[in-house]
């Protein structure tokens, strides 16, 4: 099993960015892909992107290719999602989420482990 805490969350204005930090707890991190949904209030979770477990291949949203770029250090057990140009329409919880497979995870709203979420603010 794989247990997610995220953190970095917090408040910027449009146009700023952000680095989220997500640090998986064991020693079985390495062998699974990492990604990253979010969801706003009143709306459903979406996909935002996700790593397979070597960290050579990538998936990203429409919304947020160009902008955003996840990465994964399986030395220290944790993801990242590094969030450039960001937009208002990025205000989101943001959680952490591990599947077996990170192209799984681009088509799926349920991966097998869930963080417990990170709060992003865009402010105009």
């Known amino acids: 099993q794989v247990q997610l805490v995220e953190s970095g969350g917090g408040l910027v204005q449009a146009g700023g960015s952000l680095r989220l930090s997500c640090a998986a707890s064991g020693r079985t991190f390495s062998g699974y892909a990492m990604g990253w949904f979010r969801q706003a209030p009143g709306k459903e979770r979406e996909f935002v992107a996700a790593i397979n477990w070597s960290g050579r291949t990538t998936y990203y949203a429409d919304s947020v290719k160009g902008r955003f770029t996840i990465s994964r250090d399986n030395a220290k057990n944790t993801v990242y999602l590094q969030m450039n140009s960001l937009k208002p329409e990025d205000t989101a919880d943001y959680y952490c989420?591990?599947?077996?497979?990170?192209?799984?995870?681009?088509?799926?709203?349920?991966?097998?482990?869930w963080g417990e979420g990170t709060q992003v603010t865009v402010s105009s």
């Open positions: 989420a591990a599947n077996p497979t990170a192209q799984a995870m681009r088509d799926t709203k349920s991966p097998t482990y």
